[in-house]
């Protein structure tokens, strides 16, 4: 989520109050005049998983093989 990488932290974060709104990095929002500037991304570094290979997933099958990963399923990108 926007506010934690792993249940655990994601968790102690909503607890918290803290917000997972904030200026979007993903792309230049100034091409998109009708969006607003804020949004809720998602900051996975998906090096840091050894499920996740870049080169052949899309970042939402690399979310869908970090939450595998964390819920204990298969570790490795070849294995998904």
């Keep these: 989520t926007s506010v934690g990488e792993t249940a655990q932290s994601t968790w102690a974060e909503l607890r ?3 917000s997972g ?3 979007i990095t993903r ?5 998109y ?3 607003p500037d804020l949004a ?3 900051p996975i570094d998906p090096t840091a998983h050894e499920a ?3 080169r052949q997933m899309d970042r939402y099958a690399q979310f869908a093989a970090i939450a595998v990963e964390e819920a ?4 490795t990108a070849a294995a998904l």
Excluded: K, R, W
């Design 21 to 23: 709104a904030g200026n």
């Design 52 to 54: 996740v290979d870049e």
């Design 27 to 31: 792309f230049d929002a100034e091409e």
């Design 40 to 42: 809720c991304e998602v």
């Design 33 to 35: 005049p009708q969006c």
């Design 72 to 75: 204990g399923g298969p570790s």
């Design 16 to 18: 918290a109050g803290t």
